[in-house]
């Protein structure tokens, strides 16, 4: 698929960074946004059969693969500070195309 025919959604996280603020009584409040590409089958299924030895490296590689190009460096640097936000990304993602927690 061509970078050009992707559509790209924007995906935000927001969150309190207690380390940020004054105190930890003074989080900061932090929002990230990136926008991200719909995976295809072949990124979920490399997805799915790498998470089970190394998940969060799983889901670095699917968010690489899907992020758009022009906020790549930025949710790099994101991952860097926060390595939270790959799993939470990756999370809001796969819920995206149907991958859920069960029962919900």
């Keep these: 698929m061509a970078e050009e025919n992707r559509k790209f959604v924007s995906f935000s996280l927001t969150f309190s960074d207690p380390w940020a603020g004054e105190s930890a009584d003074d989080p900061q409040d932090v929002t990230i ?17 790498k998470a089970v030895k190394n998940s969060g490296q799983a889901a ?13 460096e930025a949710l790099l640097q ?17 819920r ?9």
């Design 78 to 94: 994101h991952i860097e500070e926060y390595p939270g936000v790959t799993s939470s990304f990756a999370a809001m993602i796969l």
């Design 96 to 104: 995206g195309v149907g991958i859920g927690e069960q029962g919900n």
């Design 60 to 72: 670095h590689n699917l968010l690489l693969d899907v992020v758009h190009p022009d906020d790549k």
């Design 33 to 49: 946004s990136c926008r991200f590409a719909k995976p295809s089958k072949v990124q979920i299924k490399r997805l799915q059969d």
